[in-house]
T-cell receptor, first 116, second 114 residues
Framework: EPEVTQTPSHQVTQMGQEVILRCVPISNHLYFYWYRQILGQKVEFLVSFYNNEISEKSEIFDDQFSVERPDGSNFTLKIRSTKLEDSAMYFC??????????????FGPGTRLTVL | AQSVTQLDSHVSVSEGTPVLLRCNYSSSYSPSLFWYVQHPNKGLQLLLKYTSAATLVKGINGFEAEFKKSETSFHLTKPSAHMSDAAEYFCVVSHYNAGNMLTFGGGTRLMVKP
């Protein structure tokens, strides 16, 4: 069964460094998402992406964050200058329809980001 | 605005007994609702979804959920718990008219005792 994959599974970085989290969505999906979960808190929406554009973003997704689909398979989340509070589990998801009542998002296993 | 409340952060049951994980939602329009499960070191796996068809929805591994509009609830049930059901369960509502973003409940950790 097709699945969303994410690399790395765990990333440790120093505060102020740039990180890139990578995701490979399901191959026929056209809509892509990033979510994060800070330890002990709810899973939060960051951004949705379709046709090489951001469709929707949350207040969390400020100028330090960016997303890109650099080729036909990868979807990346970049944090330009990491802060301690960026430490979290980051989940990538993809869906076929990008909306509509029957659409379903499929999630990857997550990347745990630790900022020291 | 939409929100989801999972009424129990932890639920403990014995193997072979019924499971009930409670979820209430708030939505300004008729929602799509989901239950996802997360096993340790695994991604979020879809258990089942409600999208305005039948109000009783059957999912994988014997789970089902009933959409009750009058109670704004979408509780997850299973008649008989198995050890492999031990995991974190998330109730989720979809904003399908806002970039399809999902709003998650706080999660319920299900523990199954032998």
């Amino acid at each position: 069964e097709p699945e969303v994959t994410q690399t790395p599974s765990h990333q440790v970085t120093q505060m102020g460094q740039e990180v890139i989290l990578r995701c490979v969505p399901i191959s026929n999906h056209l809509y892509f998402y990033w979510y994060r979960q800070i330890l002990g808190q709810k899973v939060e929406f960051l951004v949705s992406f379709y046709n090489n554009e951001i469709s929707e973003k949350s207040e969390i997704f400020d100028d330090q964050f960016s997303v890109e689909r650099p080729d036909g398979s990868n979807f990346t989340l970049k944090i330009r200058s990491t802060k301690l509070e960026d430490s979290a589990m980051y989940f990538c998801a993809s869906s076929e329809e990008g909306g509509g009542r029957s659409d379903t998002q499929y999630f990857g296993p997550g990347t745990r980001l630790t900022v020291l | 605005a939409q929100s989801v409340t999972q009424l129990d952060s932890h639920v403990s049951v014995s193997e072979g007994t019924p499971v009930l994980l409670r979820c209430n939602y708030s939505s300004s329009y008729s929602p799509s609702l989901f239950w996802y499960v997360q096993h340790p070191n695994k991604g979020l796996q879809l258990l089942l979804k409600y999208t305005s068809a039948a109000t009783l929805v059957k999912g994988i591994n014997g789970f089902e959920a009933e959409f009750k509009k009058s109670e704004t609830s979408f509780h997850l049930t299973k008649p008989s718990a198995h050890m492999s059901d031990a995991a974190e369960y998330f109730c989720v509502v979809s904003h399908y008219n806002a970039g399809n973003m999902l709003t998650f409940g706080g999660g319920t950790r299900l523990m199954v005792k032998p």
